[in-house]
């Protein structure tokens, strides 16, 4: 195995020289093909025309009580009913990403819809019919389901962040500060609504489990499928080759897959289960609501002295997860004396887990309207109160940046949007009954590398194949590691295959918290590089002077075939990245700002978003096509955020009441405008191999805040209360907006 610890900034590698043209080219979609003609085999379809049974989950219709006996007896003899399966160790919910295994039941109910047994059926009607016919007789008990009522407070587990950060003495630095802005901000519980529901099939083999289900962390969730059914890990082998979007939710197992794996091996036959939408949204995890206090101390003249940040969240009994709301509050925000802290406020309401770019998603739109309303109260441009309070080191630690462009992001927005033609007094704006405005704000999005690795073999014939049990959730990363082969390897692309998805395969980071191309990306680099080095010992020569374009090696006045080099024999070779001492020695981090121009109606209170720009930099970009079309995801979900979504909790039991897409509303076509996105130039040496940071959750920081500053631009009218829906803008509007209509 050929393994590199990235304990050291890269050098130059072959990938700056892009002698090929591909790395960074936007290149079309690998798998592209296979997904629009139908041939992509998603969890659910797998054993398609094989005897198979179908699962269908048993919800629990309380919110919190003990559950005193389950009768399935009537279920058992109903037609086409194999099996059905309850006790104690159901599980409530999905796994958490890291956990060992998913939490049970054991005896009690937690949630509102919480799985409380598992028919088992010829069809899944029969199924779904049975379900109903399953009787339980429970204890109620008194649930909490509000989380500005705080009953039950307690401190977080360090998942995925300290939950308190502190430096100096906040309190007396705010009290003696000149300014002194003190205002709390709230965001709902919000949902990752993917598009393909939460599924699987499993089939058992006499001693051997095989799982094909929709997930994104494949070596920790075959692990959890593993302890579910109480088998060895060496005894399961799962596959997630396509993936129809996670955003977090399947970071750790759904319940289906247990499910699917106990059914299979109760009734003897392969077993498919796909969640309902419904059951989507009660029974895998979700965003957890915030409240969150943001305090800054500043000088008259904008200089910011000292910074707080205090966030409530929600989680559900025995969960030390918590939406870590202040993650780049650590580092983006200066102030020598500063509290960045998180309490978890316990409900009984479905667990709270990571939904894309956990933190950043919900902080920022506290943060940054936070800032946006301190440079108001100072008279101070937004752009210029954040070029004036821009840290040179990390100041939570004083470490270093490894590289930093968020001013350049900013300042090249300014100038592409027209920054200087914003009206400097709200509401002054008006076209007819619209006002209109702009509005900004900063994005950050803290790098992680992983430990993950990659097989490359170059067949006899020349050609490369790219194994890893990475997953592909719709961001490019088939796409990516055939470019990055092919361009270490001096391929063409069509020469280069691609193999993800597969716990027999080389372990990989997997997809999520924007690692997985950096990550996997640099576990093929490592491979290729170890390629390299064996084909240039065939050679005799030294590998850095070793050029290999169009299936050739060209060594001094040699231009050699590699099928001649490899003379009828594959060669295979293992390469693994592992996280070292630049991740110790450096804060990293991608960074980007958001521009906004919105138009306000003053008799209804409607916000349009008329036009939206991105501008990130994100260390090296592997495929500008496949980052920009993330960049466009991250920014319409930032629309939703900040106009549309918000996923409603009773607070008598618990109940999700706008449990599909129908009610639980996200940006259509009509919601979203023409999309600009611009990536820097830049180069992260001490990131990653690859010079590249994450890029994926970047776009989604921030840019709420962004449209609802614009909001208040166009209409003097700060909502910090998110969604900024239309009955909370119409109740402050002034009268004389709608006379002047």
Request: net charge negative.
């Amino acid at each position: 195995m050929n393994k590199h610890v990235m304990d050291k900034a890269i050098g130059e590698t072959r990938l700056d020289r892009n002698t090929q043209g591909i790395i960074g080219k936007g290149v079309d979609r690998y798998e592209g093909p296979l997904k629009v003609s139908g041939r992509a085999t998603y969890a659910y379809e797998n054993l398609a025309g094989e005897d198979v049974a179908y699962g269908f989950v048993v919800p629990a219709p309380i919110g919190r009580g003990a559950i005193k006996s389950v009768d399935a007896s009537k279920a058992e003899s109903a037609p086409g009913v194999l099996a059905v399966i309850s006790g104690d160790k159901i599980l409530r919910a999905s796994s958490q990403p890291m956990a060992p295994a998913a939490q049970t039941i054991d005896g009690e109910v937690f949630h509102y819809n919480q799985p409380l047994a598992i028919v088992i059926a010829e069809s899944f009607e029969a199924a779904r019919h049975a379900s109903h016919l399953v009787t339980a007789d429970y204890e109620p008990k008194q649930g909490r389901y509000d989380v500005k009522a705080r009953e039950t407070v307690r401190k977080p587990d360090a998942m995925p962040m300290e939950p308190v950060n502190e430096r100096g003495d906040f309190e007396k630095a705010f009290a003696e500060a000149e300014v002194q802005f003190d205002e709390t901000y709230t965001t709902p519980s919000y949902h990752a609504a993917a598009m393909e529901p939460h599924a699987s099939v499993a089939k058992w083999d006499g001693d051997r489990l095989t799982v094909w289900s929709s997930c994104q962390l494949l070596e920790t969730n075959v692990k959890q499928i593993a302890a579910g059914v109480g088998l060895d890990v060496s005894k399961v082998r799962l596959h997630s080759p396509y993936i129809g979007g996670g955003f977090g939710s399947k970071l750790g197992i759904g319940p289906d897959a247990v499910f699917a794996s106990l059914g299979a091996m109760t009734v003897g036959k392969p077993v498919k289960i796909a969640l309902t939408r419904q059951n989507v949204f009660q029974q895998t995890s979700r965003r957890g609501e915030t409240v969150q206090r943001v305090r800054f101390g500043a000088t008259k003249e904008g200089k910011i002295t000292c910074f707080a940040h205090e966030t409530d969240t929600t989680n559900s009994p025995g969960n030390g997860f918590f939406e870590p709301s202040g993650i780049s509050s650590v580092f983006l925000y200066p102030g020598k004396d500063r509290r960045i802290a998180h309490t978890i406020v316990e409900t009984d309401a479905l667990m709270t887990s990571a939904v894309r770019a956990p933190g950043e998603a919900t902080g920022m739109l506290a943060t940054e309207s936070a800032l946006d309303e301190l440079a108001d109260r100072l008279g101070i441009d937004p752009i210029d109160l954040r070029r004036m309070n821009e840290p040179k080191v990390n100041p939570q630690d004083d470490t270093p940046f490894s590289s930093r462009m968020l001013i350049e992001c900013i300042e090249e927005g300014a100038g592409r949007f027209g920054w200087g033609d914003r009206p400097q007094k709200p509401g002054t704006r008006r076209e007819g009954e619209w006002l209109i405005g702009m509005g900004m704000s900063s994005a950050s999005r803290k790098n992680s590398l992983m430990k993950s690795s990659a097989e490359i073999e170059m067949s006899p014939d020349g050609r490369a194949t790219v194994r890893t049990s990475m997953t592909d959730i719709g961001t490019g990363t088939y796409t990516i590691l055939q470019q990055i082969a092919a361009e270490m390897l001096g391929l063409p692309l069509g020469q280069v295959d691609v193999e993800l998805g597969d716990t027999a395969l080389p372990a990989s980071s997997g997809s999520g918290g924007s690692w997985g191309a950096n990550s996997a990306g640099s576990s093929v680099f490592v491979a290729a590089e170890a390629m390299i080095a064996e084909l240039a010992k065939r050679l005799d020569v030294d590998a850095e002077t070793l050029t290999l374009k169009d299936g050739h090696a060209i060594a001094g006045n040699r231009q050699i075939p590699f099928s001649e080099i490899l003379k009828g024999e594959a060669i295979t070779v293992l390469g693994q990245i592992e996280p070292g001492k630049t991740d110790e020695e450096t804060h990293q981090a991608s960074y980007g700002a958001h521009f906004a121009e919105v138009a306000v109606n003053v008799v209804t209170g409607e916000t349009r978003v008329r036009r939206l720009l991105t501008v990130g930099a994100a260390g090296r970009i592997l495929n500008h096509k496949t980052a920009t079309s993330q960049c466009y995801g991250g920014q319409i979900w930032g629309i939703g955020y900040a106009l549309e979504e918000e996923l409603v909790i009773d607070t008598r039991n618990g109940l999700m009441v706008n449990h599909d897409l129908a009610e639980y509303h996200v940006p259509v076509h009509a919601d979203v405008p023409k999309l600009d996105v611009v990536l820097l130039e830049e180069r992260d040496t001490h990131a990653s191999p690859l010079a590249g940071k994450g890029i994926g959750e970047l776009a989604i920081a921030g840019v709420g805040a962004a449209i609802n500053n614009a909001i208040y631009n166009a209409t003097g009218v700060r909502v910090r209360d998110y969604p900024v829906t239309m009955d909370k803008l119409l109740s402050q509007l002034p009268d004389d907006y709608l006379t002047a209509a």
